[in-house]
């Protein structure tokens, strides 16, 4: 099994910066591409970005291309989420949750089975 615990969410206002770390444990860890997932109430949970079991290939939804970045410190076992350029419609509790393969195979929540607590992430104008 792969155990998450998520850090770095607050209030910010537009246009800041956020950085969010997922803290991951397991003899698997280094095995899985790993995810970061955002949810507002009354909304489907979506995929935001993820990066490759060894760090060197990522996606990124098309609403946060260019403002935010996924890494890995695998030395660390420790998955990042910068955001950058924040706007309000960021507004989300954040997940970090780990895949099944070394390579991103999927940005379905359904084939996502260890996800963290989650993270409030709030965004004023």
């Known amino acids: 099994q792969v155990h998450l615990l998520e850090a770095g969410g607050g209030s910010v206002q537009a246009g800041g910066s956020v950085r969010l770390s997922c803290a991951a444990s397991?003899?698997?860890?280094?095995?899985?591409?790993m995810g970061w997932f955002r949810q507002v109430p009354g909304k489907e949970r979506e995929g935001v970005a993820a990066?490759?079991?060894?760090?060197?290939?990522?996606y990124y939804a098309d609403f946060v291309k260019g403002r935010f970045t996924i890494s890995r410190d695998n030395a660390k076992n420790t998955v990042y989420l910068q955001m950058n350029s924040l706007k309000p419609e960021d507004t989300a509790m954040y997940f970090c949750?780990?895949?099944?393969?070394?390579?991103?195979?999927?940005?379905?929540?359904?084939?996502?089975?260890?996800w963290g607590q989650g993270t409030q992430v709030t965004v004023s104008s």
């Open positions: 990066v490759s079991g060894g760090g060197s290939d990522t």
């Open positions: 397991g003899d698997t860890y280094s095995r899985n591409y």
């Open positions: 949750a780990a895949g099944r393969t070394y390579a991103i195979t999927s940005m379905s929540p359904l084939d996502f089975n260890y």
